[in-house]
């Protein structure tokens, strides 16, 4: 996929994030905010980073600084439309995105780990058969 391609993709899906946390969430997932914060940021740093390798340090801080300007785009759409079309600006929320980066920061830096120790191991395996 051509880097065009990439930034049009991720566009779209920083539009479509944008509206969707913009609105109300439905009722039966109301109670589920957090989880559904910590989820969806979790997902995203994943998928932005099969698109763009080696930009981890990139990725979250455009994440997290997201977040946080979803949570005041929030705030300020309540009052440019004079209604409740949204939540307001809610710091756990922000805590929550946080949490998804935080435990894609860790699943990520533990996947890492474990390939490169297998790259080592057999590297150490192909010299070892190279030398009998």
Do not use: W
Not at 2 to 20: D, L
Not at 76 to 104: C, P, Q, W
Not at 111 to 126: D, F, H, P
């Amino acid at each position: 996929m051509s880097v065009f391609n990439k930034m049009v993709f991720v566009i779209i899906c920083f539009a479509v994030a944008t509206a969707g946390f913009l609105i109300k969430i439905p009722v039966a997932l109301r109670g589920h905010d957090k989880i559904l914060h910590s989820a969806a940021y979790f997902i995203a740093a994943t998928v932005l980073n099969f698109l763009f390798r080696k930009r981890q340090i990139v990725i979250l801080t455009v994440l997290a600084l997201f977040g946080v300007l979803i949570e005041y785009l929030q705030q300020v759409a309540n009052k440019v439309t004079h209604s409740h079309i949204h939540g307001r600006f809610d710091i756990e929320d922000i805590y929550a995105n946080l949490k998804g980066l935080l435990l894609y920061s860790i699943v990520a830096t533990v996947l890492l780990a474990l390939s490169a120790g297998y790259k080592y191991l057999a590297s150490m395996n192909q010299k070892s058969v190279l030398l009998k």
